[in-house]
């Protein structure tokens, strides 16, 4: 039984860091850079501060869809879970897509323009392309955090 405690823990813990790693960096870190530093210097930091950070949501991913699903087997099958938790997969389904698409695509595209010393297209992609997946996956997954934890009220309201 303790064992299978583990399982839920993980799965919050893992959310939780993926999450609140989110809010530091898009709420804090990145209006930070641009009050203090030169663009170029800008571009460097969060380029280090997203390779970082993006090896350890693919670490985070993966716990949360083996813990995830672990739950659901736990609850018995997906048929019998509540909807709250087929929201729940939704809703992280299509924020690991988002997350997915933001690493292949414009944060590759943003490492090639940082190592061309491009700093107006960085910059640019930083702004119109990552800017948006990065708050949607903010908002989603404090929502994500509140489905999981006060969706098993919701039937009883
Ligand atoms: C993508 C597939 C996912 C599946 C299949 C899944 C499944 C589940 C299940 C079955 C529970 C247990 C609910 C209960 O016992 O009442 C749960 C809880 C929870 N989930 Fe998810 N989840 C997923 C993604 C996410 C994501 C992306 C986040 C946040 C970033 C998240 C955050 C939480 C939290 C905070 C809890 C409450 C603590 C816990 O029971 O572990 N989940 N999830």
Redesign the pocket.
């Known amino acids: 039984m303790f064992w299978m405690s583990l399982?839920?823990?993980f799965?919050?813990l893992a959310?939780?860091l993926?999450?609140g790693g989110i809010f530091l960096v898009f709420m804090v870190l990145r209006p930070s850079a641009a009050a203090t530093l030169e663009p170029a210097h800008r571009i460097t930091l969060l380029r280090e501060v997203f390779s970082r950070f993006f090896r350890w949501v693919w670490l985070f991913i993966a716990v949360?869809?083996v813990?995830?699903?672990s739950?659901?087997w736990m609850?018995g099958s997906m048929a019998k879970?509540p909807p709250?938790?087929h929201l729940?997969?939704a809703?992280?389904?299509f924020?690991?897509l988002a997350f997915a698409w933001l690493y292949f695509m414009p944060y590759k595209l943003l490492c090639k323009a940082a190592d061309a010393g491009n700093t107006e297209l960085a910059a640019r992609i930083i702004n119109n392309n990552m800017k948006p997946v990065i708050a949607t996956n903010l908002v989603l997954?404090i929502c994500?955090?509140i489905?999981?934890?006060a969706?098993?009220y919701w039937s009883l309201v």
């Open positions: 399982i839920p823990a799965h919050a959310a939780v993926w999450v949360i869809l813990t995830g699903y739950e659901i609850l879970a709250y938790i729940m997969q809703v992280g389904l924020m690991i997954g994500e955090v489905i999981g934890v969706g098993r």
